[in-house]
């Protein structure tokens, strides 16, 4: 493992000669990107220079350089570029940044860290790399074992916490990852069940195994998803907010994994909502509906049910309290909390309804 220097990054205008086509979308916590045929975009809320500077954006922007991956929690954000380095900025009062700097003071600059990752996922006070390889690195807080194992520090030094992974999902405190052979094993706070493990106050301090047959999964603020290869989704944890997709009577949550959708393809999940993206292009959601961010107008501000919102759709993309769908004629879509600009909608604060985002791959800026 080496640490590089941080390198101030310089702008100069460039000018888009024609609209690109979307090739992926990320949504992170405030913040979406996006990656296109000539570049990547991003969008929203830069606290405490997450997004490597002072100010965020209120509609998308072109971004220095190519992104292949890309996730944001509240105040820190990290990226993936073309050459497989990793990128991070934001606050680092646990080291999550995973560079050299002093965890007393905001990363106000894009800045690099370990490289030949092909993926990452940000939790509340740490951080998660995917290598090429499998290997899966951790770097932060590991105060409730988020890191799979109660011996492994806090600060700046990332660390190989888990091999042969194929997708992992970082939650507030706790962490799913996903193995090469379909099982799906977490680790670290299971206060409502989101481990598929019976709720205790004492975190467990290994990884927990919990499901099979497994391609896809997400993490929402205390509950998980699973996406089997059969098309069957499952959820478990905290559901108070209907965002498991089942109606609980008398409990308001579950440890046992329960099967709740089929025919999906794949899945999405925000704080306390859910995204499905069915084989048919339906999406499904299901849960809060608080900021609008499930766009269904006329329905309560919880929805137990599975409900259908759109059709024809590519591809889905969730945020904290925001969603966002790509349609099968290129056309970018956002629902939910737009405040801090996330949505790409501009000054609008909430938006009820699927509205279409302007993206035109007019210009921004170049490294």
């Known amino acids: 493992m080496r640490y590089l220097a941080a390198a101030l990054l310089t702008f100069t205008p460039i000018i888009a000669t024609a609209t690109p086509s979307i090739q992926a979308i990320w949504g992170g916590e405030n913040q979406l990107a996006l990656k296109t045929t000539q570049g990547s975009y991003i969008t929203g809320s830069s606290f405490n220079h997450s997004l490597g500077q002072a ?153 927990i195994q919990s499901l099979a047959g497994v391609k896809q999964i997400a993490a929402g603020k205390k509950f998980s998803l699973a996406l089997k290869y059969d098309g069957s989704l499952w959820s478990v944890g905290h559901g108070t907010h209907g965002q498991l997709g089942i109606h609980l009577v008398n409990e308001r949550q579950v440890s046992k994994w329960q099967r709740v959708l089929h025919g999906v393809r794949k899945i999405a999940a925000g704080k306390a909502h859910t995204l499905a993206l069915r084989e048919d292009g339906s999406l499904w959601v299901a849960g809060s509906n608080r900021y609008g961010q499930l766009s269904l107008i006329g329905q309560e501000k919880t929805t137990f049910r599975w409900v259908k919102s759109r059709d024809n759709v590519k591809d889905i993309a969730a945020q904290r309290n925001g969603s966002v769908l790509l349609d099968n004629n290129g056309v970018l879509w956002g629902s939910g909390d737009n405040r801090e600009g996330q949505l790409g909608l501009g000054e609008k604060s909430y938006i009820r309804w699927w509205e279409q985002i302007p993206f035109q791959g007019s210009a921004i800026s170049k490294q």
């Open 55 to 207: 100010n965020g954006y209120h509609s998308l922007t072109k971004f220095h350089t190519d992104i292949i991956d890309f996730d944001c929690s509240f105040s820190t954000c990290l990226f993936v570029d073309k050459n497989l380095q990793l990128w991070g900025s934001g606050y680092n009062g646990s080291g999550q940044v995973g560079v050299r700097a002093s965890r007393s003071e905001n990363v106000k600059q894009w800045t690099p860290s370990i490289n030949d990752v092909v993926k990452v996922s940000a939790g509340s006070f740490f951080s998660l790399a995917l290598k090429k390889n499998g290997e899966l690195w951790g770097v932060g807080s590991n105060v409730s074992g988020n890191l799979g194992g109660r011996s492994l520090g806090r600060g700046h030094n990332w660390t190989l916490i888990n091999t042969n992974v194929k997708d992992m999902a970082a939650s507030d405190e706790f962490t799913l990852i996903l193995k090469n052979n379909g099982s799906v094993w977490g680790a670290g706070k299971n206060d409502k069940g989101q481990l598929a493990s019976p709720p205790n106050k004492d975190n467990p301090p290994v990884w």
